[in-house]
């Protein structure tokens, strides 16, 4: 695989906006979800859980 490089200035640059817009939405939601992950992996070094435990009764109709 060759590695390629563009240089362009910075008002050459396109826009991120544009380029999300263009992309489908699983694909957005993906890159959302990666970079969620990323945040909770630098801030606080560990992998994203939940914070308590939740136990859902079902209650019976009288």
Known sequence: MEKVV???TKKEQTS???YWQNQ???KRLE???QIRREYH???YNAEPRLQRVYTIIKRQSS
């Open 6 to 8: 563009h240089k362009t």
């Open 16 to 18: 991120d906006f544009h």
């Open 24 to 26: 489908p939405l699983l």
């Open 31 to 33: 890159a959302l979800e």
């Open 41 to 43: 992996q630098y801030k």
